[in-house]
């Protein structure tokens, strides 16, 4: 069983000799692995269950640091990274043959992304190397927001996690690309369309879904879905519960007078989106271990972050 601490230097030794690690940062947790060792690549894919046509995130310290196996940025990118870096913020970059195909699985781009997460940054200057960090869930199940959510569902493959508490921010990063200069959002996520705008005078396009073959396969359906059923209800009206049942309602900022009180849970009791987000995960992994058969919930105000969870929710249900 899987190992939970904050000894980065274990968990530097463990990277070297091509073992994988959880990692802590502000999103969600990552398993990671050297993202120039293919050897430490298809453990990834397979302690995941993770079909290795969905390509991997690379984590650095700096930015220069991708320059290894990255060339020509488009400018947008360059203003993203230095207005966002370290962040939830994944780019998009031409990648160089260096990098083995295994990571972006054929990809001629690859995703870049530095972290802000403190014990991560430290652990990625001490090995020296990328790391490839997908979300530390088995393939199709809700991301990690804790050490000991890897733990629970990783913790017989992984021999260690570590430690960095709670995620901030809760929901994986924003992915963008771009088209010449135009920015393309892939993933929905921790940074809000509003400020990849503000930051390079451009409305973003947003290309998330839809088709068989998505740039970024996870927005393939069906994705960050707990186990039970979960269904998206209207604000005026609620369904019929299945008879003789009880299910969980998970409301937005405040109770509903037409339901059992104490069936009901708050994403956000404080009203602000970045709240739903931070609790959107941990809530839906609580509810799918509670008695109940099937999960209602109600989506949050679609602007900030609140775009992202209610995508989250949307694909959950898998509308
Ligand atoms: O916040 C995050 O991004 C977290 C933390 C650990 O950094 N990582 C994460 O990784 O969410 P993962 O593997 O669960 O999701 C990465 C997404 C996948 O949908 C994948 O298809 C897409 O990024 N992706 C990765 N590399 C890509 C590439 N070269 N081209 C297009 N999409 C890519
Ligand atoms: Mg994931």
Not at 73 to 102: M, N, R, S, V, Y
Not at 155 to 163: A, N, R
Not at 199 to 215: C, D, E, M, R, Y
């Amino acid at each position: 069983m899987a190992e939970i601490g904050i000894n980065i230097d274990r968990a530097a030794r463990l990277l070297k000799a091509g073992r994988l690690v959880g990692i802590p940062t502000e999103t969600v947790y990552g398993l990671a692995g050297n993202a120039l060792d293919e050897e430490a690549v298809l453990r990834i894919f397979s302690t995941k269950d993770r079909p290795k046509f969905d390509p991997l995130i690379v984590h650095s310290w700096a930015a220069e640091r991708f320059q290894a196996f990255t060339e020509n940025w488009p400018a947008g990118a360059q203003t993203l990274a230095e207005a966002f870096w370290p962040g939830p913020l994944t780019l998009l970059l031409p990648k160089k043959p260096l990098l083995p195909d295994l990571v972006t699985a054929g990809n001629d781009r690859v995703a870049c992304r530095i972290p802000n997460h403190p014990i991560t940054l430290e652990l990625l200057q001490a090995v020296d190397f990328p790391l490839a960090a997908p979300s530390a869930n088995p393939f199709g199940y809700v991301s990690p927001t804790l050490p000991q959510h890897v733990a629970a569902q990783l913790g017989e493959k992984v021999p260690y996690i570590l430690d960095g508490g709670s995620c901030e921010i809760g929901l994986e990063s924003t992915i963008v690309g771009f088209e010449g200069e135009q920015p393309i959002i892939y993933r929905l996520g921790g940074l809000p369309a509003e400020a990849i705008a503000e930051a390079t005078g451009q409305q973003p396009l947003l290309q998330t879904s839809g088709n068989q073959h998505p740039a970024a396969p996870g927005m393939l359906r069906s994705h960050y879905a707990p186990h039970k059923g979960l269904l998206l209800v209207q604000e005026q009206l609620l369904p019929q519960a299945p008879k003789g049942h009880k299910v969980a309602l998970l409301a937005y900022n405040a109770c509903r007078q037409d339901f059992p009180r104490e069936d009901q849970y708050l994403l956000a009791p404080g009203g602000l989106v970045e709240e739903a987000a931070r609790n959107l995960f941990k809530m839906l992994r609580l509810l799918d271990e509670m008695d109940y058969p099937e999960i209602w919930c109600e989506l949050v105000p679609d602007e900030g972050l609140g775009r992202a969870v209610n995508e989250r929710l949307r694909k959950a249900a898998g509308e």
